[in-house]
């Protein structure tokens, strides 16, 4: 029933008509979304806080259509991972990360919404001075490169059309850019809401055909490696503990933190996370499911594209052009946040330009990140999980603990602290990646040398604090 080749031969006229059926559908959401602006007074259209964060007027649906969305577009590393490697996706991708996402409910999200600020290295610069907030835009901007997101649409284009990865990717990109530049922060959330319900419709169907066709998900024991089902996933424990820690980058994470500081209430963002875990906890489910089943189905098939080519052949015409559309959406939802937030952080942090920020200076800063996305992918060579791994250690271990104990008690560290801490992680996992690829000297993952070195420099303002 499943083979694997290119997906254009099994889709049909009914396919294509859904599936752009949904793209203009997306499009009608956000010029609904546009016309509303038109409500505002002319200075409030233009304002930065109105580009940047929708004039903090997110609502509660808003609000958890728009966090969900923009927290899962890398599924083909989610998918990839559980077919390699069964229920350890679940652990790492999954239950890590919602104990995160109810502290930054129950813990953070007063603290963040105090500080009245646009991003989190204006709050760094808050708390700690000009040179901290710099660092820490540096840091962020390293964060939000969408390499993982671009890597995710060129794998998405390319199971379609074929050729080239990089061409897949440069084009995608290219629209998704034009996209972004066009509305702003309300375009993002608009275009999120119907992104939100056709992401979670398809992969919640993959698994009710996966299931009628093939069997409940207690059969797939016996049609797949016992490894499988194994939450080690045959990973030693410091392996499985950095992505704990990664998990808890959450904690420092800009889109998180945007749209915090985007709802309409301390109430709205606090529910509205509590709410949003809840929901991801279901989607991680369902696409845990589907893509054991795309192993049992295509066990010699590419993991980074095996799930969708299983769930396009699984489902009848009509509904794969719905399928098709909801993978799709799972990506773009991402993208253009983190493309977005990106050219946020370049043209409004790094540069400094605040009282004087201008909308060219963002639709400049996001061409500039969008052609350097596309560059950078081509050296992760599709791998989705090592650039989380790459680029999420450098985020979680030099700005956790210094950012983090700001916000508890300002004034505990102090701005040369702060910045010794986090150059010192820096230079610390850049230099340990270098030499052990070079070497091969240890198992020690990079993120422990760079947790390490984060934490000595802020061990005398501890000891004069507590003197």
Same mark, same amino acid.
């Given at each position: 029933?499943?083979?694997?080749?290119?997906?254009?031969?099994f889709?049909?006229?009914?396919?294509w008509?859904?599936?752009?059926?949904?793209?203009?559908?997306t499009?009608?959401?956000?010029?609904w979304?546009?016309?509303?602006?038109? =409500?505002?007074?002319?200075?409030?259209?233009?304002?930065?806080v109105?580009?940047?964060?929708?004039? =903090?007027?997110?609502?509660?649906?808003?609000?958890?259509?728009?966090?969900?969305?923009?927290?899962?577009?890398?599924?083909?590393?989610?998918?990839?991972?559980?077919?390699?490697?069964?229920?350890?996706?679940?652990?790492?991708?999954g239950?890590?990360w919602?104990?995160?996402?109810?502290?930054?409910?129950?813990?953070?999200?007063?603290?963040?919404?105090?500080?009245?600020v646009?991003?989190?290295?204006?709050?760094?610069?808050?708390?700690?001075?000009?040179?901290?907030?710099?660092?820490?835009?540096?840091?962020?901007?390293?964060?939000?490169?969408?390499?993982?997101?671009?890597?995710?649409?060129?794998?998405?284009?390319?199971s379609?059309?074929?050729?080239?990865?990089f061409?897949n990717?440069?084009?995608?990109?290219?629209?998704?850019?034009?996209?972004s530049?066009?509305?702003?922060?309300?375009?993002?959330?608009?275009?999120?809401?119907v992104?939100?319900?056709?992401?979670?419709?398809?992969?919640?169907?993959?698994?009710?055909?996966?299931?009628?066709?093939?069997?409940s998900?207690?059969?797939l024991m016996n049609?797949?490696?016992?490894?499988?089902?194994? $939450?080690?996933?045959?990973?030693?424990l410091?392996?499985?503990?950095? $992505?704990?820690?990664?998990?808890?980058?959450?904690?420092?994470?800009?889109? /998180?933190?945007?749209?915090?500081?985007a709802?309409?209430s &301390?109430?709205?963002?606090k529910?509205?996370i509590?709410?949003?875990? /809840?929901? @991801?906890?279901?989607?991680?489910?369902?696409?845990?499911?589907?893509?054991?089943?795309?192993?049992?189905?295509?066990?010699?098939?590419?993991?980074?594209?095996?799930y969708?080519? /299983?769930a396009?052949?699984?489902?009848?015409?009509?509904?794969?052009?719905?399928?098709?559309?909801?993978?799709?959406?799972?990506i773009l939802s991402?993208?253009?946040?983190y493309?977005?937030?990106?050219?946020?952080?370049?043209?409004?942090?790094?540069?400094?330009?605040?009282?004087? /920020?201008?909308?060219?200076?963002?639709?400049?800063?996001?061409?500039?990140?969008?052609?350097?996305s596309?560059?950078?992918?081509?050296?992760? &060579?599709?791998?989705?999980?090592e650039?989380?791994?790459?680029?999420?250690?450098?985020?979680?271990?030099?700005?956790?603990?210094?950012?983090?104990?700001?916000?508890?008690?300002?004034?505990?560290?102090?701005?040369?602290?702060?910045?010794?801490?986090?150059?010192?992680?820096?230079?610390?996992i850049?230099? @340990?990646?270098?030499?052990?690829?070079?070497?091969?000297?240890?198992?020690w993952? &990079?993120?422990?040398?760079?947790?390490?070195?984060?934490?000595?420099?802020?061990?005398?303002?501890?000891? =004069?604090?507590?003197?």
């Amino acid at each position: 029933m499943i083979s694997h080749s290119t997906l254009l031969q099994f889709l049909n006229l009914t396919d294509w008509i859904v599936f752009f059926g949904i793209l203009v559908l997306t499009l009608a959401c956000v010029l609904w979304g546009q016309s509303l602006k038109g =409500r505002l007074s002319k200075s409030d259209q233009m304002s930065t806080v109105e580009l940047l964060l929708m004039g =903090r007027r997110l609502t509660l649906p808003l609000f958890v259509a728009t966090l969900v969305a923009t927290w899962y577009g890398g599924i083909f590393g989610v998918t990839a991972l559980t077919f390699e490697k069964g229920i350890y996706n679940l652990l790492t991708q999954g239950i890590f990360w919602y104990g995160t996402y109810l502290l930054f409910a129950f813990f953070l999200v007063k603290k963040i919404r105090n500080y009245n600020v646009m991003t989190i290295p204006e709050m760094a610069e808050k708390i700690f001075g000009k040179k901290a907030g710099k660092l820490t835009a540096g840091l962020n901007f390293l964060n939000l490169l969408p390499l993982a997101y671009t890597i995710s649409l060129g794998l998405f284009l390319k199971s379609i059309f074929g050729g080239s990865l990089f061409l897949n990717t440069a084009i995608g990109v290219f629209i998704v850019t034009a996209w972004s530049w066009w509305g702003g922060f309300r375009a993002v959330v608009f275009s999120d809401i119907v992104q939100f319900f056709f992401m979670l419709l398809a992969v919640f169907l993959v698994v009710v055909f996966a299931w009628m066709q093939m069997g409940s998900p207690l059969e797939l024991m016996n049609q797949l490696p016992a490894t499988h089902f194994d $939450w080690s996933g045959g990973e030693t424990l410091s392996t499985i503990l950095v $992505w704990g820690f990664i998990a808890l980058s959450t904690l420092v994470d800009p889109n /998180f933190y945007q749209r915090v500081l985007a709802a309409d209430s &301390e109430k709205t963002a606090k529910r509205g996370i509590i709410f949003s875990t /809840f929901i @991801w906890f279901l989607f991680d489910c369902c696409t845990t499911l589907g893509a054991l089943y795309a192993r049992a189905a295509l066990p010699e098939a590419n993991p980074q594209d095996a799930y969708l080519q /299983f769930a396009i052949q699984l489902v009848p015409h009509g509904v794969r052009g719905l399928i098709l559309a909801g993978v799709l959406a799972i990506i773009l939802s991402t993208l253009d946040s983190y493309l977005f937030n990106a050219a946020t952080s370049v043209s409004y942090d790094f540069f400094n330009f605040k009282e004087r /920020f201008k909308v060219w200076h963002h639709h400049a800063a996001l061409a500039g990140v969008s052609v350097l996305s596309v560059v950078l992918s081509l050296h992760f &060579e599709g791998n989705v999980v090592e650039v989380w791994k790459t680029l999420g250690s450098l985020s979680a271990a030099c700005l956790l603990f210094p950012l983090l104990l700001g916000q508890w008690k300002p004034g505990l560290i102090s701005e040369r602290s702060f910045c010794w801490a986090v150059s010192f992680g820096c230079i610390g996992i850049v230099s @340990w990646r270098i030499l052990n690829k070079l070497y091969g000297f240890s198992t020690w993952d &990079e993120f422990y040398i760079g947790l390490l070195l984060t934490s000595i420099p802020l061990i005398p303002s501890l000891i =004069r604090k507590k003197a």
